[in-house]
């Protein structure tokens, strides 16, 4: 799980984060943990907590489960290339 706040108290951003909790459906954006390091967040939404009186850029507070592997990213093999035989085209 991770614990992140929403950039610039971002209203947009909130609506995502319910709507990914409410579909349980992973999205991916960008937030501030509580150390003020800006970070990547990938997964499902499970809470938005939303604070008045909190500092800004600190009112949105979201909790959101990693997406494991496939949210960290991966690496690219850039020797591999696709091999195989062209597609026959008919004649038109």
Not at 22 to 35: E, L
Not at 54 to 83: E, P, W, Y
């Amino acid at each position: 799980m991770s614990q992140f706040y929403i950039r610039y108290d971002s209203e947009a951003e909130a609506r995502r984060c319910h709507e990914s909790r409410d579909a349980r459906v992973p999205i991916t954006m960008m937030g501030q943990t509580s150390d003020g390091l800006i970070k990547v967040f990938a997964g499902v939404v499970q809470s938005v907590e939303y604070n008045p009186t909190g500092d800004s850029g600190r009112r949105f507070s979201v909790t959101m489960g990693d997406q494991g592997r496939a949210g960290r990213g991966r690496l690219r093999d850039s020797a591999r290339k696709l091999t195989g035989t062209a597609f026959p085209l008919s004649n038109l």
